[in-house]
């Protein structure tokens, strides 16, 4: 006979999450290095960032195109045989482009650091943006942006971008068609001058680190010098629009994509580690409020998220969830009396400590590895932090109480200045 | 090389575990041999459906979510055409909360009504916004049925259609339930912070208490060998006029499995691939083109999908797509070229090995197909194809009796 014991759940026990220390060097050249020595493989993640996104873009496209023509061909390389090395020594890179910040992620077997620091530095450096390859880039981006373009997912979250940071500048900016044409090799070459520099740069390594590691990275990165010093144009400014509810049609569309959110605090604010509970309870994992409501309990949609994201000269916040046209309204009431709930009604301890528990597992998980301790650290780094925010952020999940959170939603999750953008047909 | 030890429950429960000191958490996985190939035609997507409902309470326990995460746990799962699996991440101290969730979801379910009810309406939101409300979203849904004809394959794991997924009732939910989920039809694989000790302790505690159950014995249709082309072509609301081409391959555990995987990668194996050095990069026909294998158990597919350049003509398109193929069958490929792609899958198969939660679903899923061994000896049997087995696999495959086209095309363009 089992005499098992299942209705009760085993006992259970939250540690502190451990914050991994961070190895702070410098190159020759004062180019600043982050080692994190973490994993059993010999293998690493090497990580070149550098002060050249959107925000510092002057025409639109600018820095994006600049970031992926990187691999386009070199002074010794064409691009074809640049490609086929990275996959010959079995390395992988990613591109990317952000709103402050563009660089060059690489995953690498140890054996082959040599080769792979050589390519590395002939792709940042020695990029040579052959006119051919950038006019053929822009075509296809230009197809990529028609298909894009008729998800309703993309139509919205360009409009709350649009309607946060303004029409004009980099954080707001929608791309147009007509983005895709003019581009020539000597904008490309003057935006990567100008900001793909020793000084606009940082590098981030984690995974098994040799002995030579940091003297290869000196070796090929340690001597280069930029040729002259950029002064940034500080004319952009911010500027939401003063309309808070815009629909942006798509005739034919099935469901609609809702955003809701507003600017708000970035990660150097006090008030950010409380914000990030709030958000959590709203709509920040499987068991918040919006998920369980408007998912769980009614069904309106396959999946509604919320989260609190920081830029260097701002923030947001945004709810998002895809909802079938008949049901539109229904979840857009819903998410607003979740987000009153959460100023009036105090939350119930059994709530706020599952909510609690789930976030220091996540911080757990956030450490788990070298790849990502390295994406963790560089989230906070960014921003002129260090690792001590984890520390803080622990702390504020542990001590925050019901009280705390009202403020925060009264403060933070103010109604009426919220943006509410929605996609699809009417 | 991933050591790992294994053992049987007396109710034929497998298990299999792989302990990694460096890690503070533990995966586990839980894969049930039930897939969208067990649906029956009438209704399709169950399989699929039935994941949701996992998580709306089991037989001791009202929410399978809420005390996983009091623990700091996180979990998710997916079907495919061949496997149900979930998964979780615990604190390595916390591991037996996902032991008592996990059993007690085997054990049975409370196979609520509302819960039914609302999960139909959550998956047809799912079905519109990744099937129907999206471009291209229904290639996958046009496809199938093209290429298979008999074959459960032929429907997609969410099902054929919306109907299917509105006339689920209750009593077919449950004689899914005890026709599939049992502990002799499951294997359980746990990765990270735990020995080998531990987790048998906790197995036979949790898991040992659960009966056998009549497993529905899988009998399904082989499909026919096709023997001559075949061709759709749609007009749809499109911004870009797309290609498709689906070549059927063997089963998973075919002795040509790893070639066709390397021919996949000389083919599209990133940037520097031949059908994008060749029709992206150089020819300028396509804005994106790709190809991959299905990993099916039972015989699956090739699958090729490009989206071609303003003004360019599908059947031109098409023709050089052939002539890159053509070009497998008839010229030996560089030493050098094969060397990459070799590498290349060597160095995918490391990173993939420095997460706990690949260890753990790669683990159950070679336990699945026979062996788990095969965990640590697949880099050598891709190293082992040469340059003839390339050629010959080719020719074998890429006939076009053998193949399925699908020309989507974009109205917009056409105007």
């Not at chain 1, 929608?174 to 000084?199: I, Q, R």
């Not at chain 2, 799912?126 to 298979?148: H, K, M, T, V």
């Not at chain 2, 063997?250 to 995987?261: C, E, V, Y």
């Amino acid at each position: 006979m089992n005499t098992l014991q299942r209705i009760q759940p085993p006992v259970f026990h939250i540690d502190t999450p451990t914050v991994p220390e961070v190895l702070s060097i410098k190159l020759d050249n004062n180019i600043p290095v982050y080692l994190i020595e973490s994993g059993t493989e010999d293998i690493m993640r090497i990580e070149f960032t550098f002060k050249a996104g959107h925000v510092n873009e002057y025409l639109p496209l600018l820095a994006s195109t600049t970031n992926i023509m990187l691999t386009e061909g070199s002074q010794n390389y064409s691009s074809v045989e640049l490609n086929r090395q990275l996959d010959y020594y079995g390395s992988f890179i990613n591109l990317s482009t952000e709103k402050d910040r563009a660089g060059l992620v690489v995953f690498l077997l140890n054996k082959h650091i040599e080769k792979i620091l050589e390519l590395s530095m002939e792709i940042l450096f020695r990029p040579a943006f052959p006119e051919d390859e950038l006019q053929a880039l822009m075509k296809k981006r230009h197809r990529w942006f028609l298909v894009n373009r008729e998800k309703v997912q993309n139509i919205a979250m360009d409009q709350f971008f649009e309607s946060l940071f303004g029409k004009t500048h980099p954080y707001g900016r929608k791309v147009v068609e007509s983005d895709f044409e003019g581009m020539t090799s000597a904008l490309l070459k003057d935006f990567h001058e100008k900001y793909y520099t020793p000084e606009n740069m940082a590098i981030i390594v984690s995974g098994k680190i040799h002995e030579k590691t940091t003297i290869l990275l000196n070796l090929f990165f340690g001597k280069i010098s930029s040729q002259k010093i950029y002064i940034e144009d500080a004319r952009n400014r911010l500027k939401s629009f003063n309309k808070k509810r815009v629909h942006v049609p798509l005739p034919g569309a099935l469901q609609s994509a809702i955003r809701i959110g507003s600017q708000t605090i970035n990660k150097r604010e006090p008030d950010y580690t409380g914000l990030k509970v709030l958000d959590s309870l709203l709509g920040g994992y499987f068991g918040s409020r919006l998920m369980k409501n408007i998912r769980e309990e009614k069904g309106y949609t396959y999946g509604i998220s919320s989260y609190v994201a920081s830029f260097d000269l701002s923030g947001y916040k945004v709810i998002s969830a895809e909802v079938s046209i008949n049901n539109t309204q229904k979840a857009i009431d819903e998410i607003y009396k979740e987000i009153e709930l959460l100023q009036n009604v105090p939350v119930e301890k059994e709530e706020l400590t599952v909510v609690k528990n789930f976030m220091l597992g996540e911080i757990i998980r956030m450490f788990d590895g070298p790849f990502a301790i390295a994406e963790s650290f560089k989230s906070v780094w960014e921003f002129g932090l260090d690792n001590n925010y984890y520390h803080r952020l622990t702390e504020k999940i542990k001590t925050i109480d019901s009280d705390e959170i009202i403020t925060l939603a009264h403060t933070y999750y103010n109604v009426e200045d919220l943006y509410e953008i929605t996609a699809g047909s009417k | 090389m991933i050591g790992y030890s294994k053992f049987t429950l007396d109710n034929g429960l497998r298990v299999l575990v792989h302990e990694d000191r460096s890690t503070p958490l533990i995966a586990m996985n839980v894969l049930y041999d039930v897939g969208s190939r067990d649906d029956e035609p009438e209704t399709t997507g169950l399989a699929h459906l039935f994941e949701h409902l996992m998580f709306g309470g089991s037989v001791n326990i009202p929410d399978f979510d809420t005390p996983l995460q009091l623990a700091g746990g996180e979990n998710n799962a997916f079907t495919n055409s061949d496997i149900t699996n979930y998964y979780l991440t615990l604190p390595a101290t916390n591991i037996e909360t996902g032991f008592w969730l996990e059993s007690d979801r085997m054990l049975g379910l409370d196979f609520s009504q509302k819960n039914l009810g609302v999960q139909k309406k959550v998956v047809i939101e799912e079905f519109n916004q990744r099937y129907l409300n999206q471009p291209y979203g229904d290639s996958i849904l046009l496809l199938r049925p093209l290429a298979y004809k008999v074959h459960p394959y032929r429907w997609p794991t969410i099902g054929i259609d919306i109907s299917h997924i509105e006339k689920t009732d209750i009593k077919q939910v449950k004689d899914f339930f005890y026709s599939h989920y049992a502990p002799n039809n499951a294997i359980l694989s746990l990765t990270g912070n735990i020995t080998g000790k531990r987790a048998y302790t906790l197995s036979q505690k949790w898991f040992g208490p659960i009966g056998k159950r009549e497993v529905k014995t899988r009998k399904l249709p082989a499909e026919p060998i096709q023997s001559e082309e075949r061709k759709l072509t749609i007009e749809k609301e499109v911004p870009a006029t797309a290609l498709y081409k689906v070549w059927h391959i063997g089963p998973r555990l075919s002795s040509d499995f790893f070639t066709l995987d390397l021919i996949t990668d000389l083919l599209a194996g990133g940037e520097s691939g031949r059908l994008y050095t060749s029709l992206v990069r150089e020819k300028k026909l396509f804005s994106e083109l790709n190809a991959y294998l299905t990993s099916d158990i039972d015989p699956g597919l090739v699958i090729l999908h490009g989206k071609l350049m303003k003004g360019i003509d599908i059947r031109l398109a098409d023709e050089e797509v052939k002539k890159v193929m053509d070009h497998l069958k008839k010229k030996i490929t560089d030493i050098k070229e094969m060397e990459k792609v070799k590498n290349k899958y060597e160095s995918s198969i490391v990173f993939s090995n420095t997460s706990i939660l690949n260890k753990a679903v790669n683990l159950a899923l070679y336990e699945l197909l026979g062996d788990p061994e095969m965990i640590n000896n697949e880099v050598d049997k891709f190293r082992m194809i040469d340059q003839e087995m390339v050629i010959e696999t080719s020719r074998n495959y890429f006939a076009d009796t053998n193949c399925s086209t699908l020309y989507y095309k974009s109205t917009k363009e056409n105007k």
